[in-house]
């Protein structure tokens, strides 16, 4: 069963627009993390962020910002007034204490923002 | 310099030929990890190694074979290409020095091109 489903495939927008990418996980354990990571067009995975099980600040780093809830296993990615350079595909992740802590990867979600 | 590197960054070869990709890292890092990205279908581990004497299979191992030569190479071979491990190939490292496990982060090499013909 996919642990991590990115229910958006594809997510097209102009500049400056904000734009919501979904994440939602499935777990059983209590100790876990969660992951955010972008694939430029050039190729290479780029970290963005982790988060654990047990803070569910949301966070914000510049024009990037999450929001985790457990509630609804949900772990949000937002980037407000997107950039050209922000499109990329983008990768939410899961690692589990019951999985030794390896990676569950969802499908990721490609974002194309349009000048 | 580039933290995680991979050789070579582009490949082709024939079914039935033995391939051999390589990753090398100056990050200091023990653990080392192989995975696969196809279109829709994320990225998928193929193996991984905790340390030098640590070798684990990962989702998908069949049909693959790794080898940790040193800390800081972990090769991945194909030893009969077939064309449905056409893919990216990513090698990623981290770092179990942190206190909780569930704090390492994978840092990804830039991956490797294959087409297996």
């Known amino acids: 069963a996919q642990k991590v489903t990115q229910a958006q495939t594809e997510i097209s927008v102009v500049e400056k627009e904000d734009v919501t990418l979904d994440c939602v996980y499935e777990t059983r354990d209590t100790t876990y993390y969660l992951f955010w990571y972008k694939q430029p067009p050039s190729g290479e995975l780029v970290f963005l962020i982790r988060r654990n099980s047990f803070d569910e600040q949301n966070e914000i780093s510049g024009r990037y910002s999450w929001n985790f809830q457990k509630s609804t296993s949900s772990f949000n990615f937002t980037i407000t007034a997107s950039q050209v350079v922000d499109s990329a595909v983008y990768f939410c992740?899961?690692?589990?204490?019951?999985?030794?802590?390896?990676?569950?990867f969802g499908a990721g979600t490609t974002v194309t923002v349009r000048a | 310099d580039a933290d995680v590197t991979q050789t070579p960054r582009n490949r082709i070869t024939k079914t039935g030929k033995r391939i051999m990709l390589e990753c090398s890292q100056t990050k200091g890092h023990d653990r080392m990890y192989w995975y696969r990205q196809d279109p829709g279908l994320g990225l998928r581990l193929i193996y991984y190694?905790?340390?030098?004497?640590?070798?684990n299979k990962g989702e998908i191992s069949d049909g693959y074979s790794v080898s940790r030569q040193a800390q800081a190479k972990f090769s991945l071979s194909l030893e009969s290409a077939i064309p449905n491990q056409t893919a990216l190939y990513f090698c990623?490292?981290?770092?179990?020095?942190?206190?909780?496990?569930?704090?390492?982060?994978?840092?990804f090499g830039p991956g490797t091109r294959l087409l297996v013909l």
């Open positions: 190694s905790f340390d030098v004497k640590d070798i």
């Open positions: 990623a490292t981290s770092d179990s020095a942190t206190l909780d496990r569930g704090r390492e982060t994978q840092y």
């Open positions: 992740a899961l690692s589990e204490f019951l999985n030794d802590y390896k990676l569950s």
